[in-house]
Structures are given as structure tokens and as C-alpha cells.
T-cell receptor
Framework: DSGVTQTPKHLITATGQRVTLRCSPR?????VYWYQQSLDQGLQFLIQ???????AKGNILERFSAQQFPDLHSELNLSSLELGDSALYFC?????????????FGPGTRLTVL | AQSVTQLGSHVSVSEGALVLLRCNYS??????LFWYVQYPNQGLQLLLK??????LVKGINGFEAEFKKSETSFHLTKPSAHMSDAAEYFC????????????FGTGTRLLVSP
């Protein structure tokens, strides 16, 4: 158990809908990262937050957004969903901003868009 | 830009045999390198990491990897495979400055036969 929790574990929804994925980092970790894992794209970095502020953006679509709250949990919002958004979404956390910090991954949320 | 290449999407070994999973990186600056393992329906777990200290890095579950700058490689090895090692393994690279996104390889599925 990495100490990172993600809810829900599974999510099934229809095209055009909007969903919210939630992540609670390990106790004391200030950085939260979101990754998408799909069969065709592999593991892709989406976005990073550090202590409530956006730190870096990767291949995140404009239909997707995220935020980190004062209690350090994070939410990833996916809107106008398309079939191609079906994937496993991982959240990871690390202690600080140091690049040597290990990123600890949560168990993921499997999103299926029908 | 940084990138990682993992040679072989599948590697099959017999129980007790040597495990060798290959990873080559491309980076304009000295990188930090990581190996993660993903068991079915689970998140990613860190096996080991190289952050410019010793070039031979020992990790969990008997795995180790050697950073070879001249070959731009960071291959993962284990002297004797166990059935429980069957999983997907990901090599990842990260810059040693700036923001800390992980760039992952495409993964190698390790199959262990009795």
C-alpha cells in the first residue's frame, strides 16, 4: 500500500458526460501528479500540483482540468467525454519539489466511456 | 526532450533463470532513472531509482540496475526469477532540475514459467 488513495476505483459513463476523479496523497506529501495509462498512448503525464498551485502541464486536453485543495487532495475533472478517454488514471504524490523525490502511485481509477 | 526505450514488449524466462529487462534513455542533461513494477489491477510500485550516486542500484525483491552513461542504458536484472515476478515493468526518466514529470517507456511484460 503506497498510502495514496484514489476514488472511485471504477467509473463507467457515456460519451459527452463529465466525471471527477479524486486523489488523496500520502500524509505530508505536497506534490500531486496525474497520469493517464491507455493501450495506445502508454503512461502519459497530465499535470502536477505543488502545495495547491499548478506546477507543470503535460499532454492534458483542454477538456480536462485539475485542482489541488488546501487539504492537499486533488481532483481531476474530465468533461465532454469521448470513447478515447477510456483509460486508467493514476495519481501519484511526492514529498516536495525535489526531483529526487520518489513518486508514490495510487491504485488508479479505471474509466470506461461507452 | 527526454525519452526512454524499452526493448521487448514481452520477455519470457523460466523460474530460477536470470531476468534482464532492457532500458535505454535519451536525455540532454544527466537524468534520474527509475524502474517501476505494475502487478495486474494495481498501481505502480517503485523498484529502484538512480539519482547520480552509485551507478549500481539495488532495489526491492532482489532486483538491481546499473547506470551506464557510455551506453545510455539502465537495464534491470535479477539473478533468479520467481513466479511472483510476473508483472509489467516500466522504466522512467526524469530531469534532475525543473519540474519532475516522469517520462515512461512502453513497458515490458515479464512472463515466468515453472
Amino acid at each position: 500500500d503506497s498510502g495514496v488513495t484514489q476514488t472511485p476505483k471504477h467509473l463507467i459513463t457515456a460519451t459527452g458526460q463529465r466525471v471527477t476523479l479524486r486523489c488523496s496523497p500520502r500524509s505530508g506529501d505536497l506534490s500531486v501528479y496525474w497520469y493517464q495509462q491507455s493501450l495506445d498512448q502508454g503512461l502519459q503525464f497530465l499535470i502536477q500540483y505543488y502545495n495547491g498551485e499548478e506546477r507543470a502541464k503535460g499532454n492534458i486536453l483542454e477538456r480536462f482540468s485539475a485542482q489541488q485543495f488546501p487539504d492537499l487532495h486533488s481532483e481531476l475533472n474530465l468533461s465532454s467525454l469521448e470513447l478515447g478517454d477510456s483509460a486508467l488514471y493514476f495519481c501519484a504524490s511526492s514529498g516536495g519539489a525535489d526531483s529526487t523525490d520518489t513518486q508514490y502511485f495510487g491504485p488508479g481509477t479505471r474509466l470506461t466511456v461507452l | 526532450a527526454q525519452s526512454v526505450t524499452q526493448l521487448g514488449s514481452h520477455v519470457s524466462v523460466s523460474e530460477g533463470a536470470l531476468v534482464l529487462l532492457r532500458c535505454n534513455y535519451s536525455s540532454s542533461v544527466p537524468p534520474y532513472l527509475f524502474w517501476y513494477v505494475q502487478y495486474p489491477n494495481q498501481g505502480l510500485q517503485l523498484l529502484l531509482k538512480y539519482t547520480s550516486a552509485a551507478t549500481l542500484v539495488k532495489g526491492i525483491n532482489g532486483f538491481e540496475a546499473e547506470f551506464k552513461k557510455s551506453e545510455t542504458s539502465f537495464h534491470l536484472t535479477k539473478p533468479s526469477a520467481h513466479m511472483s515476478d510476473a508483472a509489467e515493468y516500466f522504466c522512467a526518466v526524469r530531469m534532475n532540475t525543473g519540474f519532475q514529470k516522469l517520462v515512461f517507456g512502453t513497458g515490458t511484460r515479464l512472463l515466468v514459467s515453472p
